[in-house]
Each structure stands twice: as structure tokens, then as C-alpha cells.
């Protein structure tokens, strides 16, 4: 009889595999439901635990402030605006439909008020791609184009903490505390190297699987491993060309 594999136990939802809250400060968005342009200032930057990207609080002179990843070149006591008619320039956030066509973004919305969702990692950006009569385009990080309402915010510029994995990690503890962070599991274990009763691919003497890696769609979530529901395997063929 073997043993859960780990894709099992994580779908428990046991604290095990889940983020710790120490070191977390508060969630990261935009002023929900905020139609108006209201101007205000940074008052502080600073680092959460799990996240690449440095964090801004931005106070506003209506009493109101909001937290946001920083973006590259902002300082404290720096002049920001929220809103429609806010200027185009590193910091502020503005509406898609009000952003010119080639500049560069990054926290964006997915739904109106949402408080963004999409381009938020160090060093990360967007490009605003053209403008239709309800819709924005947007060039993503990865090279994918998608269409957002033109009432979705987004504030200018770079996210700040670009050349992050130009360091590597010199030592195993701190890749370790890392993902301990971010809930993930650190180290992962090839399932070839395990036993036969801890993983499908597991057992034998020359570290081979011996089988297809390839599992359909709704195989039992015991076996559910290697290449899932995949539409080709191997090397491609190649085409001739006349």
C-alpha cells in the first residue's frame, strides 16, 4: 500500500503547504470605488515577507492612503495622483482608456476597482498596445496581448526591483526561507528518486521510469503525475520545405 503523493497532500489546504502569515503587512491595491482624481504623496517604502517587489504607501490628502508595489524610481515624499485626469508620469495611476498608446505599466486591473491583479513581480511590465471604443490592449510580460475595460486602473512605469535574479543564492538556507514564504515546497525530489510506494515513477534499480509519463485527463489523483492530458510527446517532426 502506498503513500499520498505530495500533489495530494497539498490539496488539503494543510498549513504545511500554505504561506505563513508572519512578516505579511497588508494586501497590495488600489482605492476601491474611486471614480474622482485625488492627489497625494509617499510617505514609505518598504519590504514584505514573500514578495519580490518593494511596497509604497501612498497617503492621500483626503485622508485616504492605499498600498501599492513600488514602481522603478519612486521616493519617499513624492507627489502622486489617483484618477482620470492624474498626469502621465512614473507613480500615478491612471484608467487604461486615459493611458497614450506605448507606455509602460504594471499593476493592472482585470475588473474595474479589482485593485490589480496582473504585473507585479520585480522588474515586470506592460505595454498599452492600442485603444478601442470600450476596450484597451495590452502587451503582458509574456508576450501575450489581451484586451481589458478601458475603466481598469494601472499605475505608469517599471516595478521596482529589476536585476533580483541577476544574485544567485549562495546557500541553501535562504532558498529555503524563501519559498517557506511564498508556500511553496522547497526542496522537490524527483519522483524517480523516491520508492515505489511514495510516486508512480518511482522504484527500479536504474532510475527509469519503465513506463509512459503521460496521464489522461481524468486518471485518479494517485496517478496523476508526468505529462497530463498532453498533445504531443518527444521531439517534434520535421516538416519539409519545397
Not at 64 to 70: F, G, H, R, S
Not at 128 to 153: F, G, Y
Amino acid at each position: 500500500m502506498g503513500k499520498k503523493i505530495r500533489v495530494q497532500r497539498r490539496g488539503r489546504g494543510t498549513p504545511t503547504f500554505r504561506a505563513k502569515k508572519k512578516g505579511k503587512i497588508h494586501p497590495v491595491g488600489y482605492l476601491i470605488e474611486k471614480a474622482e482624481t485625488a492627489n497625494g504623496s509617499i510617505s514609505k517604502i518598504f519590504h514584505e515577507t514573500g514578495r519580490s517587489a518593494p511596497l509604497a504607501l501612498v497617503e492621500l490628502k483626503n485622508g485616504l492612503n492605499y498600498i501599492t508595489v513600488a514602481a522603478e524610481g519612486v521616493y519617499r515624499g513624492q507627489e502622486v495622483s489617483i484618477g482620470p485626469l492624474a498626469s502621465v508620469k512614473v507613480g500615478n495611476v491612471l484608467p487604461l482608456g486615459d493611458i497614450p498608446e506605448g507606455t509602460i505599466i504594471n499593476n493592472i486591473e482585470l475588473k474595474p476597482n479589482d485593485g490589480g491583479k496582473l504585473v507585479r513581480s520585480s522588474g515586470s511590465y506592460a505595454i498599452v498596445i492600442s485603444h478601442q471604443a470600450s476596450k484597451t490592449s495590452i502587451k503582458l510580460p509574456s508576450k501575450r496581448i489581451i484586451e481589458l475595460p478601458n475603466d481598469c486602473r494601472a499605475t505608469i512605469g517599471v516595478v521596482a526591483g529589476a536585476g533580483r535574479k541577476e544574485k544567485p543564492y549562495l546557500k541553501a538556507g535562504e532558498k529555503f526561507y524563501l519559498m517557506k514564504a511564498k508556500g511553496r515546497v522547497y526542496p522537490r525530489s524527483k519522483g524517480i528518486s523516491m520508492i515505489a510506494a511514495s510516486h508512480p515513477h518511482g522504484g527500479g534499480r536504474h532510475r527509469h521510469v519503465g513506463k509512459p509519463t503521460t496521464v489522461a485527463r481524468n486518471t485518479s489523483p494517485g496517478r496523476k503525475v508526468g505529462l497530463i492530458a498532453a498533445r504531443s510527446t518527444g521531439r517534434k517532426k520535421r516538416t519539409r520545405t519545397a
